[in-house]
């Protein structure tokens, strides 16, 4: 009758602990200079701190030091670096070979090796938690529950890490590609998807700008950690930079449970793949049987579409190509070069280059099938990828950027943007190749933003060209008129350009540079007008005006307009060179901004200032133009400027300079 | 003692185990022979519980070795190429073995270390050269108190009097334990001195699995001289090979030596000597003819 094993072997434990405990003590020594070192350092000369300063108190730094200090980044690293050294016999066949011949079961091997990396891993973390607890005793113990939550997170990401490494190792037969493997699957599905956004982005219509709106899930831990789990706080500080409150947050309980589960079953996992591991399969570049296909066919099909994305990237470089054009290259070198990783695959596995037999040959023919299938269910949008258009309700804001950048927060705004790019995309044959069909009518880019309510963000960008151009079909200005007649709708220019409080506002600036040519010296003098001896209420009369002016202009449709011919170089007769701007300002309703709400960048979710949360002013640059009359006349009148010849357009700028090729306007708007 | 029953073993398309039979019985010294890829090794790493056979048993003491704890700690391995710990010196190694072995002898272990004078102690064993290392092997295998020891290549890259010590301290342990031991070797002079059983591997069968002693007197080698033209052998006689020198003819007979003797005498030669064979005679006789790699296992 065969024998019961235990789970632990004291004697192995001894010999793992012996043989990584240096490991175990420079991650104390690092921890030990993240943590108690840089915060006596910080809080040494206490009275002369900026901390000390603002009115934060010793515990509360100590609580901001904690929320700064990593977590799944050390994890990641000690993980594997432990699991290496503890398991490394099972790479060498000498040692492989000895180790199981001990009176040892895998069973106790395993669990002893997990109970000895642990020990090493987590005994620095504890300790040093520690060390910071008695710290916070001597200081403000408000910390305390900060620095148990990031050993927690720590410890759970250990745990976590290890079960990667633990699969990681036991998947292959070689250490390095053990290793490798690691980081792999640690980002796995972050290169899974980003290798079909790089490829989205080159081939499929409007994913431009696909790499822009990649978002970080809970399957890509390293980047999730850190941004979900964490010791984190909000300090509000009085307008003048005194600490008002301080609010200490301990984030993402729930993902660290769910982490440790998932950790759990891939140690389980890990443990049967070493149970039934064939010991002969040492020095194998992959030691179980299931992954060799897995593996094959991932590396072919991720490296092969990215690959072949770019072979089509460098067509698309040698001219104008269409769509069908590019795609047709790009699966014909997906093709040939998933071939190829087929085999060279094959070979590593195998360790040999004679892997070319009928056998292989007809998986590789498979596989070929199923790659083909794939692409030409990308080529027409089978996954729905190209005709993605959220649903109202699911939709946070919508942005749309063209010549001027515009979010949309309203439900009427939310669903016309909505159906604006739904009948966009109605008629894809007759937008996708504009590079070719119109390849001499100006064009440039325009861009929709959806920031959903889950937080993800769905981009596209297209390429388009100028409605106005005799050249462009009914069909072609049928799809893309709309939008632009939206955007140059006089109220949505008046809302989001100018902004919300566009019409209850104080204008309390504005400039208007001057341009006259010095025929003695052969050179321009610029000049603009600050009414320095008027008082503050006369000089904003003036503005006033002149906005009022500029609002009428807007209702024209002479200014703030989008077009979709980009910079075109007839319209220099028409820009002006002069520079015109203004501010406005409304104390008592905040200030949307569209460009930062567009980019993400309302504010520093961390440090909050009385009062800044709520944005009351915006400078406005307004690119005019000779048809701008009203808003000229009323400069004219507010004595911003006297004679004509100080309005200068860029055609007349350029010749008087003699540039042969002009300046851009639209790097000034 | 040991039983292997029918036990397959394939790595990919290649067969290293096919069908292979072998029984070691308690206290035997059993000598392993073959050619290089044989399968020596393979059913070696089988016995120590490293390898999982396809098909058939392995069973020592009538139990299943793979993943046996309790059956280990009763086994003694020591592999052709020797495993110590990374920075690990020969106490530390005995600390390990002492948490293995539950009935390590740390007494008998010092004991022998007094033979082997030249073996630092307190140097990292990787660094000892590969007959010390081998030394300190034996150490520890000897003073874990086996009762099956499993011998690879032993005594590989030791002088000859490092080998007649090890060896007799092997006898010794045999002697006094009843250890039963496993040897493989290419060295069949050395296991003729030591060995009381043979196994005679190739092609991941076993041949050939006697006791020495019947072994060596199934093959007997005849030399006769006659004084005109050797006669026709009778027909019980079975011939395994003929050489003529001269008058003088060495006969290579399978069968019972006193039996053809007599046959023999009964052609009045001249001359008859009936001499033994070694082992390495035997194995070349015996299987020279066939299509076996015999060439390997000659030293």
Request: net charge negative.
């Given at each position: 009758m065969q024998s019961k094993t235990s789970f632990f072997n004291k004697g192995l434990y001894k010999k793992n602990i012996s043989r990584t405990w240096i490991a175990g003590l420079l991650y104390f020594i690092i921890l030990l200079l993240l943590m108690p070192v840089s915060y006596i350092i910080s809080i040494a000369d206490w009275d002369n701190t900026y901390f000390s300063d603002v009115g934060i108190t010793k515990g509360m730094c100590l609580f901001m030091h904690m929320s700064d200090m990593p977590t799944a980044g050390l994890a990641v690293c000690i993980a594997i670096v432990l699991s290496a050294i503890t398991f490394w016999y099972l790479f060498y066949k000498r040692d492989t070979y000895m180790m199981h011949a001990f009176p040892i079961s895998r069973k106790s091997a395993y669990f002893t090796g997990i109970a000895s990396i642990l020990t090493v891993a987590i005994i620095p973390v504890v300790a040093v938690s520690i060390i910071m607890s008695i710290i916070a005793l001597t200081v403000d113990t408000i910390a305390m529950g900060g620095i148990w939550y990031w050993a927690l997170i720590v410890i759970v990401s250990t745990v976590l890490f290890l079960s990667i490494a633990m699969f990681a190792l036991m998947v292959s037969g070689q250490l390095i590609t053990g290793i490798a493997f690691y980081f792999i699957f640690v980002m796995l599905y972050f290169l899974m998807e980003l290798a079909f956004r790089i490829t989205s982005a080159m081939l499929l219509f409007g994913m431009g700008a696909s790499l822009q709106s990649q978002n970080v899930r809970i399957f890509s831990p390293l980047q999730y950690i850190p941004g979900n789990c964490k010791v984190d706080y909000i300090a509000c500080y009085t307008g003048n930079g005194y600490l008002k409150s301080l609010i200490m947050k301990l984030e993402g309980a729930e993902y660290l449970a769910i982490y440790f589960v998932a950790a759990l079953i891939l140690l389980t996992v890990s443990f049967l793949l070493y149970k039934y591991k064939k010991l002969e399969t040492v020095h194998d570049f992959i030691a179980v049987p299931f992954m060799k296909p897995v593996f094959t066919i991932g590396m072919a099909f991720f490296i092969s579409m990215v690959a072949g994305a770019f072979v089509s990237g460098m067509y698309d470089a040698t001219g104008n190509h269409t769509y069908s054009s590019k795609f047709a290259v790009a699966i014909v070198s997906s093709l040939i070069i998933g071939v190829l990783i087929f085999f060279a695959t094959q070979m590593m596995i195998e360790k040999t280059i004679r892997v070319f037999n009928a056998k292989k040959a007809i998986y590789c023919a498979g596989y070929s099938v199923v790659a083909l299938a794939v692409l030409l269910c990308l080529r027409f949008d089978a996954f729905k990828v190209e005709n993605k258009v959220p649903n109202a309700s699911d939709v946070a804001w919508v942005g749309i950027e063209a010549n001027y950048t515009m979010v949309f927060t309203s439900e009427d705004e939310i669903n016309t943007a909505i159906s604006l790019h739904k009948n966009f995309l109605t008629d894809k044959k007759e937008l996708r190749d504009v590079n070719v069909k119109y390849e001499h009518v100006n064009g440039s880019y325009f861009t929709i933003k959806y920031k959903l309510k889950n937080g993800d963000s769905i981009i596209r960008q297209y390429q388009v060209v100028d409605t106005?151009?005799?050249?462009?079909?009914p069909e072609y200005v049928a799809a893309t008129q709309p939008i632009l007649d939206f955007l140059n709708n006089p109220t949505i220019i008046k809302e989001h350009v100018i902004g919300n409080i566009w019409d209850d506002c104080s204008v309390t600036d504005m400039y208007f540079s001057t341009v006259t040519y010095d025929d003695n010296r052969n050179e321009f003098n610029y000049y603009t007008e600050y009414f320095m001896s008027l008082s503050e209420y006369e000089k904003m009369k003036k503005f006033e005006k002149v906005y009022q002016a500029l609002l009428k202009d807007i209702d024209e449709g002479k200014v703030f307009q989008t077009t979709f011919a980009g910079y075109t170089s007839e319209r220099e007769d028409q820009s002006l060179y002069n520079d015109f701007g203004f501010n406005v300002v409304n104390e008592e309703v905040p200030y949307f901004s569209d460009v930062d709400t567009y980019y993400d960048e309302q504010y520093d979710p961390r440090n909050t200032y009385e009062g800044e949360g709520d944005m009351h002013e915006q400078s406005i640059y307004c690119s005019l133009n000779t048809e701008c009359k009203h808003t000229l006349k009323a400069l004219k009148d507010a004595e911003f400027y006297y004679t004509d010849d100080q309005v200068i357009t860029w055609e007349k700028y350029n010749k008087m300079m003699g540039y042969e090729y002009e300046e851009d306007p639209e790097t000034y708007e | 003692m040991i039983q292997v029953n029918n036990v397959t073993k394939k790595f990919g398309d290649f067969t290293a185990l096919d069908g292979l039979d072998m029984h070691v019985e308690r206290g035997a010294i059993y000598g392993l022979v073959g050619p290089n890829g044989a399968g020596k090794s393979t059913i070696i790493r089988h016995l120590c519980g490293v390898y999982k056979q396809d098909a058939g048993d392995i069973l020592i003491e009538g139990q299943p070795v793979f993943e046996n704890e309790l059956l280990k700690q009763k086994m003694a391995i020591i592999p052709d190429d020797i495993f110590f710990f990374l920075q690990a010196n020969t106490k530390d190694m005995m600390k390990f073995y002492k948490n293995m072995y539950p009935k390590f002898d740390e007494k008998l272990f010092f004991k022998i270390a007094e033979c082997f004078p030249e073996i630092n102690m307190k140097k990292m064993v990787r660094s000892l050269s590969k007959g010390m290392q081998k030394q300190v092997a034996f150490m520890l295998a000897i003073a874990s108190r086996p009762e099956v020891m499993i011998l690879d290549e032993p005594v590989d890259g030791l002088d000859p009097v490092m080998r007649r010590q090890v060896w007799s301290l092997i006898m010794s342990d045999v002697a006094e334990t009843g250890v039963t031991v496993l040897v493989s070797s290419h060295n069949l002079r050395e296991l003729e001195d030591v060995c009381d059983h043979v196994g005679i591997m190739n092609h991941g069968k076993l041949l050939i699995e006697r006791s020495l002693d019947e072994l060596q007197t199934s093959i007997t080698k005849i030399q006769i001289a006659f004084e005109g033209e050797m006669p026709e052998m009778p027909e019980e006689i079975q011939v395994l090979k003929k050489i003529s020198n001269g008058r003088v003819h060495t006969l290579i007979v399978k069968g019972e030596p006193r039996a053809a003797e007599q046959r023999i005498a009964a052609l009045n030669p001249l001359l008859m000597d009936v001499l033994p064979l070694t082992l390495e005679e035997i194995f070349i006789y015996e299987l020279g003819g066939e299509d076996y790699a015999v060439k390997d296992i000659i030293f």
């Amino acid at each position: 009758m065969q024998s019961k094993t235990s789970f632990f072997n004291k004697g192995l434990y001894k010999k793992n602990i012996s043989r990584t405990w240096i490991a175990g003590l420079l991650y104390f020594i690092i921890l030990l200079l993240l943590m108690p070192v840089s915060y006596i350092i910080s809080i040494a000369d206490w009275d002369n701190t900026y901390f000390s300063d603002v009115g934060i108190t010793k515990g509360m730094c100590l609580f901001m030091h904690m929320s700064d200090m990593p977590t799944a980044g050390l994890a990641v690293c000690i993980a594997i670096v432990l699991s290496a050294i503890t398991f490394w016999y099972l790479f060498y066949k000498r040692d492989t070979y000895m180790m199981h011949a001990f009176p040892i079961s895998r069973k106790s091997a395993y669990f002893t090796g997990i109970a000895s990396i642990l020990t090493v891993a987590i005994i620095p973390v504890v300790a040093v938690s520690i060390i910071m607890s008695i710290i916070a005793l001597t200081v403000d113990t408000i910390a305390m529950g900060g620095i148990w939550y990031w050993a927690l997170i720590v410890i759970v990401s250990t745990v976590l890490f290890l079960s990667i490494a633990m699969f990681a190792l036991m998947v292959s037969g070689q250490l390095i590609t053990g290793i490798a493997f690691y980081f792999i699957f640690v980002m796995l599905y972050f290169l899974m998807e980003l290798a079909f956004r790089i490829t989205s982005a080159m081939l499929l219509f409007g994913m431009g700008a696909s790499l822009q709106s990649q978002n970080v899930r809970i399957f890509s831990p390293l980047q999730y950690i850190p941004g979900n789990c964490k010791v984190d706080y909000i300090a509000c500080y009085t307008g003048n930079g005194y600490l008002k409150s301080l609010i200490m947050k301990l984030e993402g309980a729930e993902y660290l449970a769910i982490y440790f589960v998932a950790a759990l079953i891939l140690l389980t996992v890990s443990f049967l793949l070493y149970k039934y591991k064939k010991l002969e399969t040492v020095h194998d570049f992959i030691a179980v049987p299931f992954m060799k296909p897995v593996f094959t066919i991932g590396m072919a099909f991720f490296i092969s579409m990215v690959a072949g994305a770019f072979v089509s990237g460098m067509y698309d470089a040698t001219g104008n190509h269409t769509y069908s054009s590019k795609f047709a290259v790009a699966i014909v070198s997906s093709l040939i070069i998933g071939v190829l990783i087929f085999f060279a695959t094959q070979m590593m596995i195998e360790k040999t280059i004679r892997v070319f037999n009928a056998k292989k040959a007809i998986y590789c023919a498979g596989y070929s099938v199923v790659a083909l299938a794939v692409l030409l269910c990308l080529r027409f949008d089978a996954f729905k990828v190209e005709n993605k258009v959220p649903n109202a309700s699911d939709v946070a804001w919508v942005g749309i950027e063209a010549n001027y950048t515009m979010v949309f927060t309203s439900e009427d705004e939310i669903n016309t943007a909505i159906s604006l790019h739904k009948n966009f995309l109605t008629d894809k044959k007759e937008l996708r190749d504009v590079n070719v069909k119109y390849e001499h009518v100006n064009g440039s880019y325009f861009t929709i933003k959806y920031k959903l309510k889950n937080g993800d963000s769905i981009i596209r960008q297209y390429q388009v060209v100028d409605t106005e151009s005799p050249d462009v079909s009914p069909e072609y200005v049928a799809a893309t008129q709309p939008i632009l007649d939206f955007l140059n709708n006089p109220t949505i220019i008046k809302e989001h350009v100018i902004g919300n409080i566009w019409d209850d506002c104080s204008v309390t600036d504005m400039y208007f540079s001057t341009v006259t040519y010095d025929d003695n010296r052969n050179e321009f003098n610029y000049y603009t007008e600050y009414f320095m001896s008027l008082s503050e209420y006369e000089k904003m009369k003036k503005f006033e005006k002149v906005y009022q002016a500029l609002l009428k202009d807007i209702d024209e449709g002479k200014v703030f307009q989008t077009t979709f011919a980009g910079y075109t170089s007839e319209r220099e007769d028409q820009s002006l060179y002069n520079d015109f701007g203004f501010n406005v300002v409304n104390e008592e309703v905040p200030y949307f901004s569209d460009v930062d709400t567009y980019y993400d960048e309302q504010y520093d979710p961390r440090n909050t200032y009385e009062g800044e949360g709520d944005m009351h002013e915006q400078s406005i640059y307004c690119s005019l133009n000779t048809e701008c009359k009203h808003t000229l006349k009323a400069l004219k009148d507010a004595e911003f400027y006297y004679t004509d010849d100080q309005v200068i357009t860029w055609e007349k700028y350029n010749k008087m300079m003699g540039y042969e090729y002009e300046e851009d306007p639209e790097t000034y708007e | 003692m040991i039983q292997v029953n029918n036990v397959t073993k394939k790595f990919g398309d290649f067969t290293a185990l096919d069908g292979l039979d072998m029984h070691v019985e308690r206290g035997a010294i059993y000598g392993l022979v073959g050619p290089n890829g044989a399968g020596k090794s393979t059913i070696i790493r089988h016995l120590c519980g490293v390898y999982k056979q396809d098909a058939g048993d392995i069973l020592i003491e009538g139990q299943p070795v793979f993943e046996n704890e309790l059956l280990k700690q009763k086994m003694a391995i020591i592999p052709d190429d020797i495993f110590f710990f990374l920075q690990a010196n020969t106490k530390d190694m005995m600390k390990f073995y002492k948490n293995m072995y539950p009935k390590f002898d740390e007494k008998l272990f010092f004991k022998i270390a007094e033979c082997f004078p030249e073996i630092n102690m307190k140097k990292m064993v990787r660094s000892l050269s590969k007959g010390m290392q081998k030394q300190v092997a034996f150490m520890l295998a000897i003073a874990s108190r086996p009762e099956v020891m499993i011998l690879d290549e032993p005594v590989d890259g030791l002088d000859p009097v490092m080998r007649r010590q090890v060896w007799s301290l092997i006898m010794s342990d045999v002697a006094e334990t009843g250890v039963t031991v496993l040897v493989s070797s290419h060295n069949l002079r050395e296991l003729e001195d030591v060995c009381d059983h043979v196994g005679i591997m190739n092609h991941g069968k076993l041949l050939i699995e006697r006791s020495l002693d019947e072994l060596q007197t199934s093959i007997t080698k005849i030399q006769i001289a006659f004084e005109g033209e050797m006669p026709e052998m009778p027909e019980e006689i079975q011939v395994l090979k003929k050489i003529s020198n001269g008058r003088v003819h060495t006969l290579i007979v399978k069968g019972e030596p006193r039996a053809a003797e007599q046959r023999i005498a009964a052609l009045n030669p001249l001359l008859m000597d009936v001499l033994p064979l070694t082992l390495e005679e035997i194995f070349i006789y015996e299987l020279g003819g066939e299509d076996y790699a015999v060439k390997d296992i000659i030293f």
